[in-house]
């Protein structure tokens, strides 16, 4: 056999071989550069870059310096970033064909940081996340809106043109004039007829044998014109007077006014749930849906899919993998333990996280231990991050729990429209997020507390002169916390959402009572308003009624003085006998 | 002109064939077969190569064959796979493939893949066979050698016929 070995041939590859293995530290710091940077691009989808890389073959150690995975969605961002990842490997489960990091830490850690060059692969198609449709309740938007809209309407209309008290107010102003035109008419006809008359009297006169009948009917026509000349008179006197049931109508008309100003300007309580949807929904949408996709991010790099599935692919593609009995099987890859530093932005505040992730597997269900994700941060946000990816059973488990203590959130303005905004002041607030995905199925709440809200109400220029913004901020006033619920369910590609907060009813509470204090003000001004009208045309009409009177008064007494006169010239009103009309004869008349 | 065609291809086969044994060409030969019938990326695989290069055995050969059996062996997989499931499932055998695979290093060997047990047993049940074959192959081709030299020289140059015949061979 000794004779079979070649040793002059095996001597020096040996020899080779060490000089090898000590090039292999800094050999090996390029290969494991290049392996993060293919699995990274391949699991990630976009560029993966790597500084420098070093490998301690006799430490068991591995060091990564300025790492940068450049976001699918918006390649000009990175997804993440670390200064430094140093991996602490055991060295005794490289022999049994495991790659275990014990400790690691990486440092530097910020997300979100901005690119210099495009980090999208040219022949990787990036994962979008599909939109959430529907997941909104824009039924309940739309009723807020229609809601509005009827409450500009109501407020905007004039509704003292409509009132009773001005409508029979212009009936009385629109028949005046008829009256007026019937009573000049009556003037004119008595006063031709005085002046007919007249004339009749003196042509009788100059001939009293020839009109004998027409002064026998003198006294009586006289009478009967003197009668039309007084009634004329007295309607003229009384003619104020006629105006008087009119004026009657029109304040017994005021209380019609007063219920129907009341009947118009109510307004059907809203829907707190809808105006909660209103004005919080839309503000809501993109942290929600930021929410989800993280969810749906972490599905795309730990996938769902059967591990076991996942591990005969990535195995041997010849051959099947026999489980001795006895010898338990293990994953390839396993970090029992990774300290993490960096910071991140939340509510546009820089925050320091200190975090731990451990447990991370290529096979969870060998490991038997769910990934886990601590992070804290050291700032003045309080904000504690706890996730578990639990891939170890049957279905799929992923677990989110934030808790924030002290986000100080910007100036926020909510509502759908310009017709109702509530502007809140910066205020801190409390999150608390409790989220589970269980195969496809989500589940969870995220609450917000704001503390101290200082809310500013504005409404439409429709309703600036009702000083409804005015009302409400009174109300508003004394509101000093908001809560708001977002309850999420359904499935990952089709979320649910269900929206709770105390601002909804809240508002509802102060816009009602707002609503009925300036609906009693809008009505006082209305009848306040419809009263000066009224008044002013009635004033008109009164004095238009005494220059009627003034301008007929002398014609019916002109009437009326000739009269008189032909009533003085006719002292012996009736006919003359035979006896005075013979006296009236010449004394040396034939017929005397 | 023709022999201005084949001299490559009978070049190639002399420095494959005529500075070793019968049994070395052999040797190699059957290695390279065992070689190639096994899936690479593991340390049976990587065992044998570094065995073929460091034994006294014809590495060319040993290559070529490894080659030659890497393109058709994968025609045996279903055989190997059952094969090396028979075995690795043997009850009687656990406790012991379990011992093995619990050392360190020994899971490199993935031993444990059907496959890889399967084309070994395959491989090491025919290597005697093909190298006995490859032997005699050798041995009839180096006893037939020299009369082929012969003819080659009397057709090209018949005046030479009675110089020596080790002349006529350097």
Not at chain 1, 94 to 111: A, M, N, P, S
Request: with cysteine; proline share 5%.
């Amino acid at each position: 056999m000794t004779r079979m070995l070649r040793w002059q041939y095996a001597l020096p590859r040996l020899a080779l071989l060490i000089v090898v293995l000590l090039a292999a530290q800094f050999v090996l710091g390029y290969l494991v550069r290049w392996q993060v940077v293919r699995s990274g691009e391949r699991s990630v989808g976009a560029v993966v870059e790597v500084g420098d890389t070093r490998v301690s073959l006799l430490g068991g150690r591995v060091t990564i310096r300025d790492v940068r995975v450049a976001n699918t969605e918006a390649p000009m961002r990175n997804l993440l970033e670390a200064d430094r990842c140093e991996f602490q490997f055991e060295p005794k489960a490289l022999l049994h064909k495991q790659t275990i990091v014990e400790r690691g830490r990486i440092d530097g850690l910020r997300f979100g940081t901005d690119r210099a060059t495009s980090g999208a692969i040219a022949d990787s198609v990036a994962a979008t996340d599909a939109p959430l449709p529907g997941w909104l309740d824009d039924e309940a938007i739309t009723r807020a809106r229609e809601w509005l809209d009827r409450l500009h309407e109501k407020f905007e209309r004039d509704l003292v043109e409509q009132l009773d008290s001005i409508r029979l107010t212009d009936e009385l102003l629109a028949r005046w004039p008829q009256e007026c035109e019937s009573l000049v008419q009556r003037v004119r006809e008595l006063r031709e007829r005085t002046s007919k008359f007249q004339t009749q009297v003196r042509q009788a006169e100059a001939n009293p044998l020839r009109h004998g009948e027409v002064l026998d009917q003198m006294p009586d026509e006289l009478a009967r014109i003197r009668a039309d000349v007084n009634l004329l008179n007295n309607e003229l006197q009384d003619l104020p007077d006629l105006t008087k049931s009119d004026r009657r109508a029109i304040v017994a008309a005021r209380k019609h006014d007063e219920q129907f100003l009341k009947e118009e300007l109510r307004i059907e309580s809203i829907d707190p749930n809808v105006l909660t949807a209103y004005l919080l929904q839309q503000r809501l949408t993109g942290p929600v849906a930021d929410l989800v996709g993280w969810l749906r991010w972490i599905r795309r790099m730990v996938p769902a899919e059967k591990p076991r599935q996942v591990a005969e692919r990535k195995r041997h593609h010849r051959g099947r993998e026999v489980a001795f009995v006895g010898c338990p099987r293990v994953p390839d890859f396993v970090v029992r333990s990774l300290d993490l530093r960096g910071t991140a932005r939340l509510g546009g505040q820089s925050i320091e996280l200190v975090g731990t992730l451990s447990d991370l597997s290529d096979e969870p269900a060998l490991h038997g231990q769910p990934m886990r994700l601590r992070l804290t941060t050291t700032g003045s946000m309080p904000l504690e991050l706890q996730a578990t990816i639990d891939r170890t059973g049957p279905v799929a488990r992923d677990q989110l729990l934030v808790d924030c203590g002290g986000i100080v959130l910007p100036k926020l303005l909510l509502g759908g429209s310009n017709k109702l905004r509530l502007s809140l002041a910066p205020t801190t607030a409390s999150i608390n997020v409790s989220l589970t995905l269980e195969g496809d199925r989500l589940s969870g709440d995220v609450q917000l507390v704001q503390k101290q809200v200082q809310i500013s109400p504005s409404v439409g220029e429709g309703l600036e002169h009702v000083h409804l913004a005015d009302a409400l901020a009174g109300s508003l006033g004394d509101i000093r916390a908001v809560a708001t619920r977002i309850s999420l369910r359904g499935t990952l590609d089709e979320p649910r959402c269900e929206l709770w907060s105390n601002i909804g009813p809240a508002v509802a509470e102060a816009m009602d009572r707002a609503l009925a204090r300036t609906a009693n003000y809008q009505a006082g001004q209305m009848l306040a308003q419809a009263q000066e009208k009224v008044g002013e045309r009635l004033a008109e009409l009164d004095r238009q009624i005494a220059e009627q009177q003034s301008e007929l008064r002398p014609q019916l007494a002109g009437s009326n003085d000739t009269l008189e006169l032909l009533a003085g010239d006719r002292r012996i009103t009736g006919r003359l006998s035979f006896e005075q009309l013979g006296c009236r004869l010449p004394a040396d008349s034939l017929f005397r | 002109m023709l022999s201005l065609l084949v001299r490559p291809i009978r070049r190639s086969a002399g420095m494959f064939l005529e500075s070793d044994s019968p049994r070395q060409l052999a040797a190699g030969f059957a290695l390279g077969m065992v070689l190639g019938l096994l899936p690479k990326g593991n340390l049976i695989a990587v065992s044998l190569c570094i065995l073929l290069f460091s034994m006294r055995v014809n590495t060319g050969l040993g290559l070529v064959a490894a080659l030659v059996f890497s393109a058709t062996g994968a025609i045996l997989d279903p055989f190997a796979d059952k094969l090396g499931m028979a075995v690795l499932s043997s009850g009687s055998l656990q406790a012991s493939f379990a011992t093995v695979y619990s050392l360190p290093l020994a899971p490199w060997f993935d031993f444990n893949n059907t496959v890889v047990t399967g084309s070994l047993l395959i491989g090491l049940y025919f290597i005697y066979p093909v190298y006995w074959l490859t032997y005699v192959v050798c041995c009839w081709f180096n006893a037939n050698k020299s009369q082929w030299a012969l003819a080659r020289a009397s057709v090209a140059e018949p005046s030479d016929a009675d110089q020596p015949v080790d002349r006529r061979a350097a």
